[in-house]
């Protein structure tokens, strides 16, 4: 039974139970609508509706759309709560968000327990409150609060929630009797039905030109995205319509969001973040180890933003560093950290000092002896890497998991280094590893699956998008970052400008140009790395001759005030680099290459046709599990725009034999090896398959 109805004395008591998360599916739609008319039709004073399992609904089902809505709609459930002529309460536990809680407001009066959180997240996926959030908020809320809420798509905790007016009451101890009770008290004070659609919004609380400016700041903080500024739209026919006329408009406009490409992008990544640490062919029934303690070798930048994140989640954390001073200098980046994010109000005091006292620091590795899993996070060499790993096969437990946070080394060679392969595995966090979602989990060949299964699981445990990678140069990410950055530097030293190269991929919506990410990592980090390999590895010296002589200049990017750009010094605004220029034609010059103009459009399609032909050889050759692995990867570790779904779902849109057709025009142009088409692409493309296709056959 997906809804039941049951009386508790002069109560009516509606109940939905549809694991995992209560969505508001065809099914729970019309048991709702027919338990509504049960109570309508019955001697019942007030009705509660509730949920079973974890969670009050957690909204519409996100795997429906895309196909024709079966009636009822959850607007058609919604009138019908709301219309009845006796009290309705919502009970709430767990997240009542999206279409949950505008089922919610559509009852009378909202009571939730202190754990619970309440939200509108249907923006964070291309969409906005289909079933009356845009018009109930404001008239409950106030229009700023309203606009907050939905255009952020936040949770609001239940005490917060309380302030705001979206609740009524935050229970304690049992929800069920906590409902009940207070859904007598509302029958015995004689109490009726409260319509959020009976109250009014203040016109002057919200003039015309406040929704404009609300409109352009949200131009700056959700660039290219449709939805917030939709939103918007329905917030001010909350004000300039009748309340009828306003729930159509958001109708409408939820309906033509549903059909956008920027909503199929994002319930893509959705689904992709959930289906990430999943791996296929593993054992369901393995057991995982239990990580209590961690440690964490390395308190750099990048050491000291793991440990946060194991604090973060209430995991005690060793930071080992080899002497005191560096270990002292990185507990302070650490502690800072925690300030700024108290400062921006992010965390309170408390809780920031609380996961401070998580994470303590050593300089003896005989203090690791009890860690369930060690994470080494030194300098980005094979040799220092192997002796931190020969000392901790020394020193650590039998069972612990020793962890590599290498960004391209050989994790099978690593685990050489010690006598317990089977227990070594490649941990890749992301620059900063506290912020960052991403986490590629590395298998080498011979990580034991419990292994495997204990790190998925501890990644999402840390909040963390966990995607499983193959041993390969650059594992997924990286690689094909490389294939990128080359298109960057190929395009400069043949006509564009670094402005123009940067401004077309900001443009197409990632968070930042090709070359403004270098000067924001440092030339100086490319330029180590090349001296390490050979000619042939370095590769065609063209895609890298400026950025080397930039960097012999001491032009490292922002660290030294100028790389691509000029650094303003105090507020580190870019500016353009008119040295640049004669860098670039003088290395134009010397390797022979004529510089001509090149249109956007040639740019932006050779950064794109190099990321897919590179993800399609990465999932040929098995180091991903699954094409939105990639498109996971790349959206929350590389800044590709989520709105856009990732590289390989935004060349499945494109359609395969359009993207092969472009880079077999690069390969025919260039006579370059990295054109030639990857062949699970070709082969797709030939047989007029799609990537589903290939999920389907390889699932
Ligand atoms: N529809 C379908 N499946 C869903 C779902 C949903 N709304 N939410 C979660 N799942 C599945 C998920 O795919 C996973 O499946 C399992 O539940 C556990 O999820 C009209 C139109 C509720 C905070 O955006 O934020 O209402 O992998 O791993 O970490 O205006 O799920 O186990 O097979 O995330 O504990 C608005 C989305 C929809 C909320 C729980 N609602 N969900 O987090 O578990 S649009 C949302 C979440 C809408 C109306 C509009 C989280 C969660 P599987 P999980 P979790």
Not at 261 to 267: D, G, I, K, N
Not at 446 to 474: E, H, N, S, Y
Request: aromatic share 6%.
């Amino acid at each position: 039974m997906l809804v039941s109805y049951h009386r508790v004395n002069e109560l009516g008591v509606i109940t939905i139970d549809n694991p995992p998360v209560n969505a508001l599916s065809y099914g729970v739609r019309k048991g709702i609508l027919e338990a509504i008319t049960t109570a309508h039709a019955d001697d019942s004073k007030a009705v509660v509706i509730l949920c079973e399992g974890r969670t009050f609904i957690a909204g519409s089902d996100i795997s429906e759309f895309g196909k024709p809505i079966a009636e009822p709609s959850l607007p058609q459930v919604n009138a019908a709560i709301e219309a009845l002529a006796k009290p309705v309460v919502a009970a709430i536990h767990g997240t009542a968000l999206g279409g949950g809680f505008e089922l919610a407001l559509s009852c009378h009066y909202r009571c939730a327990l202190e754990s619970a959180f309440v939200g509108l997240p249907e923006v964070t996926l291309g969409l906005l409150p289909g079933a009356g959030g845009t018009q109930r908020v404001p008239r409950l809320i106030g229009v700023q609060a309203a606009l907050d809420m939905m255009t952020g798509g936040q949770k609001i905790a239940a005490s917060k929630a309380l302030k705001l007016g979206l609740i009524d009451r935050v229970l304690s101890g049992s929800m069920k009797d906590g409902a009940l009770a207070y859904a007598r008290e509302l029958v015995a004070s004689g109490t009726g039905p409260r319509r959020i659609r009976d109250m009014s919004i203040a016109p002057e609380s919200f003039a015309g030109e406040a929704f404009d400016a609300y409109r352009n700041r949200l131009n700056q903080r959700k660039r290219g995205q449709e939805s917030p500024q939709k939103i918007v739209d329905c917030v001010e026919a909350a004000i300039t319509m009748p309340f009828d006329e306003g729930l159509a408009y958001e109708r409408s406009s939820f309906i033509e969001r549903s059909q956008s490409e920027q909503s199929a992008a994002l319930r893509h990544i959705f689904f992709a973040e959930r289906q990430a640490p999943k791996v296929l062919g593993l054992d369901k029934n393995i057991t995982p180890r239990s990580i209590d303690q961690v440690a964490v070798i390395g308190a750099g930048t990048m050491g000291g933003g793991i440990a946060m994140s194991f604090a973060n989640a209430g995991i005690p954390v060793t930071l080992l560093e080899l002497n005191q001073g560096g270990l002292d200098a990185g507990l302070a980046l650490i502690s800072q950290n925690y300030s700024v994010t108290v400062g921006k109000g992010k965390l309170s005091e408390e809780e920031a000092a609380t996961r401070q006292a998580l994470i303590s620091g050593t300089t003896d590795y005989a203090a690791l002896a009890s860690a369930d899993l060690v994470i080494e996070a030194v300098f980005e060499s094979m040799d220092v890497k192997k002796q931190v790993f020969g000392r901790l096969d020394e020193v650590c437990k039998a069972g612990a998991i020793l962890a590599s946070n290498t960004s391209y080394l050989d994790v099978y060679e690593i685990a050489a280094a010690t006598t317990r392969p089977l227990d070594v595995v490649g941990l890749h966090f992301f620059s900063p590893a506290n912020v960052m979602r991403l986490l590629e989990v590395v298998r080498a060949e011979q990580t034991a699956d419990d292994v495997v299964a204990t790190v998925m699981r501890l990644g999402k445990r840390i909040g963390k998008v966990p995607v499983l990678a193959g041993v390969c140069f650059g594992f997924i990410g990286n690689r094909m970052l490389r294939q990128y950055a080359r298109e960057a530097q190929l395009c400069m030293i043949e006509g564009a400008e670094p402005g123009q190269i940067d401004g077309v991929l900001t443009r197409f919506g990632m968070a930042m140009g090709p070359l403004a990410v270098g000067d924001l990592a440092g030339l100086d980090i490319g330029y180590k790395s090349r001296q390490a390999l050979t000619a042939e590895q370095r590769g065609d010296p063209r895609s890298y001759a400026i950025a080397d002589t930039l960097v012999e200049m001491g032009r490292l990017g922002q660290k030294t005030g100028a790389g691509y750009y000029r650094y303003d010094s105090h507020t580190r605004a870019r500016s353009a680099n008119p040295d640049v220029l004669a860098v670039i034609k003088a290395e134009a010059e010397k390797y022979g290459v004529s510089r001509r103009a090149l249109s956007d459009e040639e740019i932006l399609n050779r950064h794109l046709m190099a990321l897919i032909n590179e993800g399609f050889r990465i999932l040929e050759e098995g180091i991903a599990q699954r094409p939105s692995d990639i498109d996971a990867v790349y959206v929350h570790g590389y800044g590709f725009p989520a709105y856009r779904g990732g590289p390989m779902f935004y060349a499945s849109r494109l359609g395969l034999d359009k993207v092969y057709g472009c880079i077999d025009d690069l390969y025919k142009r260039t006579g370059e090896a990295y054109w030639k088409p990857a062949p699970l692409l070709a082969k797709l493309a030939e047989n007029n398959q799609s990537l589903e296709d290939w999920v389907a056959s390889n699932d």
